[in-house]
């Protein structure tokens, strides 16, 4: 049962354009969501979250949006560099849930120079 | 502050054999949960801890457990290893276990059981 969705295994894009990674969800409790930036055989690394309060949120490059009525949110991230060439997960959480974070498959991100 | 730390590292164990792995959370965070990931399942919620005490466990056979001890740091020990339990084994830490509270992972545990 896939709570959360990231229908895009991959995504290229060059340099200085932007990125934008999807995400679904179908669980109507889910009210705090995340993204993760990961590298092969290392921890993932906080980028930006969003509540269920809001539907935009911004720190410097990224950008996350969140529309509860289609239940699917976006990561933007602008412009985009190679270093930011990652797997990128997508995450959700509950207050029912406690701590438990419910993650995506990930989409691989390349940033071509 | 320095971040979460995981060990080992790297671990290879035979089937059959338990493990053990540890977590030390950042300074002042009382919450410790743990994730497997693998290419098959991706990242799957094991536990989490509360001081001391388990608040949440995912869909994993008993074979997984854990505990957290009053500095905050936590063991989780998988018995009778499976070869299916090979995979990067992770550790996240936020300061309540409140939903919203960002939890913040360290660099895993590579377990690799022949």
């Known amino acids: 049962d896939q709570q959360v969705k990231q229908n895009s295994p991959s995504l290229s894009v060059q340099e200085g354009r932007i990125s934008i990674l999807n995400c679904d969800y179908t669980?109507?409790?889910?009210?705090?969501f995340l993204w993760y930036k990961k590298y092969p055989a290392e921890g993932p690394t906080f980028l930006i979250s969003?509540?269920?309060?809001?539907d935009k949120n911004e720190d410097g490059r990224f950008t996350v949006f969140l529309n509860k009525s289609a239940k699917h949110l976006s990561l933007h991230i602008v412009p985009s560099q190679p270093g930011d060439s990652a797997v990128y997960f997508c995450?959700?959480?509950?207050?029912?849930?406690?701590?438990?974070?419910?993650f995506g498959a990930g989409t691989i991100l390349r940033v071509k120079s | 502050k320095a971040g979460v730390t995981q060990t080992p590292r790297y671990l290879i164990k035979t089937r059959g054999q338990q493990v053990t792995l540890s977590c030390s959370p950042i300074?002042?965070?009382?919450?410790v949960s743990w994730y497997q990931q693998t290419p098959g399942q991706g990242l799957q919620f094991l536990f989490e801890?509360?001081?001391?005490?388990?608040?949440n466990k995912g869909n994993f056979p008993g074979r997984f457990s854990g505990r957290q001890f009053s500095n905050s740091r936590s063991e989780m020990n998988v018995s009778t290893l499976e070869l299916g339990d090979s995979a990067l084994y992770l550790c996240?830490?936020?300061?309540?276990?409140?939903?919203?509270?960002?939890?913040?992972f360290g660099p895993g545990t590579r377990l690799l059981v022949l």
């Open positions: 996240a830490s936020s300061s309540s276990q409140r939903a919203g509270e960002t939890q913040y």
């Open positions: 669980n109507s409790m889910f009210d705090y």
């Open positions: 969003i509540s269920s309060i809001k």
């Open positions: 995450a959700a959480s509950a207050r029912e849930y406690g701590n438990k974070l419910v």
């Open positions: 300074s002042g965070h009382r919450s």
């Open positions: 801890y509360f001081s001391e005490t388990q608040r």
